[in-house]
């Protein structure tokens, strides 16, 4: 197999050569189809998440189709196409878990940080936690970003709320274009924040049906009932409270975030809440799949062969990315 390697954070990835891996009890060993790239990768790459497993293969939006069973393995068959999404491992026992919030979990592993992910040509992942892509789009390059970006949106929209149907998007990359779609498809207006200058995003989420787009400084021309964050950048917290009614709610969609700077307490008061999403679930999965399978989204992509990992990784960094890249072995 190939893979793109971390082995120090904030260095490029390095091309390995190694062996297929064998899977272990309860393990599938996938080839990868597809993977999209995150800015949790990012995260992983550049050293601002905690406890990462060096090296590390990053990537968890793998679309993989199966190779090989490991002991105890019956609900998956080879050749079946599934997904693998950032949660991949969950205790089970944890007052969490036990709870139905695993993405919780005390004892969590994670795709692509404290185990291998996607940007290789082969993956071991739990069986437990693949998701099944059956009566999904053929593409896997348009299913990938639905692992992560996909998920990740949806469970924002969750916590929106469905009372939320003024809703503002800051971000609008991966997930926020596809979330976007969810929310007009359930009947809510969608306005669209983006970095200052950024006219071609702009005029992407005009397209894709947004009532109104323009810079995150920009005051919306009617209050936010709710607000999500994509765009990891704590100073568009305040922004976002500025923009959302009274009662209104501000949700925080990434996983790692600068600083919030300090604001004035009238910004938070008359109930406005900020509340932060974490990972997902199994059953979010399922939900979103199940809502997409019907009427596929248009997803955005651009395509890279494995070898361009970083280059793929700096185009999103740099801003240079219109939806989701997506590496292809």
Not at 82 to 88: A, D, F, T
Not at 115 to 139: I, M, S
Not at 280 to 302: C, I, K
Request: glycine share 12%; proline share 9%.
């Amino acid at each position: 197999m190939r893979a793109m390697v971390l082995r120090q954070p904030r260095t490029p990835l390095v091309p390995e050569e190694r062996g297929e891996p064998e899977p272990g009890p309860g393990e599938v060993r996938l080839r990868v189809l597809a993977c999209a790239v995150c800015r949790t990768d990012l995260h992983v790459v550049d050293g601002e998440l905690p406890d990462t497993r060096l090296p590390v293969v990053p990537g968890h939006e793998i679309v993989g189709e199966v190779e090989a069973l490991g002991p105890g393995v019956t609900a998956l068959r080879p050749g079946e196409r599934v997904g693998v999404p950032w949660l991949g491992h969950a205790c089970g026992h944890c007052p969490y878990c036990a709870g139905g919030h695993e993405n919780l979990c005390d004892a969590p592993g994670f795709t692509g940080h404290t185990r291998d992910g996607g940007f290789a040509t082969h993956v071991l992942a739990e069986a437990a936690f693949c998701l099944p892509l059956r009566g999904q789009a053929a593409d896997p390059v348009q299913l990938a970003p639905l692992l992560c970006a996909g998920l990740i949106g949806w469970r924002c929209l969750r916590a929106a709320g469905d009372e939320a149907r003024v809703l503002g998007l800051y971000g609008f990359g991966a997930a926020a274009h596809l979330v976007a779609q969810v929310a007009l498809r359930q009947g809510r207006e969608v306005y669209a924040f983006t970095r200052a200058g950024d006219t071609a995003a702009q005029d992407f989420a005009r397209a894709l049906g947004a009532t109104w787009a323009g810079a995150s400084d920009e005051p919306p021309p009617r209050p936010l009932d709710a607000a999500i964050l994509f765009a990891p950048v704590g100073e568009l917290v305040p922004q976002a409270l500025r923009a959302v009614r009274k009662g209104g709610r501000v949700v925080c969609g990434g996983i790692h975030m600068s600083d919030i700077p300090a604001f004035p307490y009238r910004l938070l008061w008359e109930e406005r809440q900020v509340v932060s999403v974490a990972n997902l679930t199994r059953r979010d999965g399922l939900e979103f799949l199940r809502e997409v399978a019907a009427t596929p989204l248009r997803v955005e992509t651009r395509v890279y062969p494995l070898a361009q990992a970083n280059q793929a990784l700096d185009d999103l960094r740099a801003g240079r990315l219109q939806g989701a890249a997506v590496l292809v072995p």
